[in-house]
């Protein structure tokens, strides 16, 4: 997490300098070249950062184009008032343009990361059928249950108990997780029950004990849908083998 922020923030800083040299580089173009033109080349260096550095980046490159133009290019040149209408619909733009693409970069991304986590569930699920249908054991298919939601939750440990969750510690359901009323003091900082039921019956819980004490309350929707629904398939596997 460390390193994603100063990664971040290293695109900021140059999505910040990159238009302010750019600019600087064209400022004795001034007089020989439209300003529309000149900041045509704003407008690709904006973009770039858009793409490298998402909605932040664009913002800040978008600023820093604008403000840069505006210095620089415009006239009166040294000062950040404009004597010409185009001078300020340009500047204008060259912010719009930044922040436009910005968010279209940061809903890509958005969008790609679903796609690979659903394409993850997809094969957690698909592998642990396959585990079922094999005839795995049950101690092997609550081991791999195990780690395939210590690596979906981002687990700090987790362990399956073969008793009904606790009424007092956060538990997992399909809707959201249950908070108590009181939560019992001997339970792991952050810790909160994923029941494994089928057709009515519990059939055990899992332990889940997360880095921080927020158990679970800001993983994303998907990843605790899928949690639950590899419980339920975890449940049905084991009501099978407790079945004469």
Not at 115 to 135: K, S, T, W
Not at 160 to 177: L, S, W, Y
Request: glycine content about 10%.
């Amino acid at each position: 997490m460390e390193g994603g922020r100063r990664w971040l923030f290293a695109r900021v800083c140059l999505a910040l300098l990159s238009p302010l040299a750019l600019v600087v580089a064209l400022v004795p173009l001034r007089a020989h070249v439209l300003n529309t033109n000149l900041a045509l080349v704003l407008v690709l260096v904006v973009l770039g950062a858009a793409v490298a550095g998402g909605r932040t980046a664009g913002l800040v490159g978008a600023l820093s184009a604008a403000l840069s133009y505006d210095f620089f290019l415009t006239v009166p040149y040294g000062s950040f008032t404009m004597e010409r209408g185009d001078d300020i619909e340009t500047t204008v733009l060259l912010g719009l343009i930044g922040l436009i693409a910005g968010e279209l970069v940061e809903r890509a991304r958005r969008s790609q990361a679903m796609a690979i986590v659903r394409r993850r569930e997809l094969d957690r699920v698909q592998r642990r059928a396959e585990l079922a249908a094999g005839g795995e054991r049950p101690g092997r298919l609550i081991t791999l249950s195990a780690e395939e939601l210590t690596e979906l939750l981002d687990l700090k440990a987790c362990r399956f108990v073969p008793t009904p969750p606790p009424e007092d510690v956060p538990i997992f359901t399909h809707g959201a997780i249950r908070v108590p009323g009181v939560k019992s003091e001997d339970a792991p900082p952050g810790a909160a029950a994923l029941p494994v039921r089928a057709h009515g019956r519990d059939l055990g819980h899992f332990v889940l004990v997360f880095p921080t004490p927020s158990f679970g309350i800001g993983t994303s929707m998907d990843a605790k849908h899928a949690a639950v629904a590899l419980a339920d398939q975890l449940g049905v596997a084991l009501l099978r083998y407790q079945r004469p």
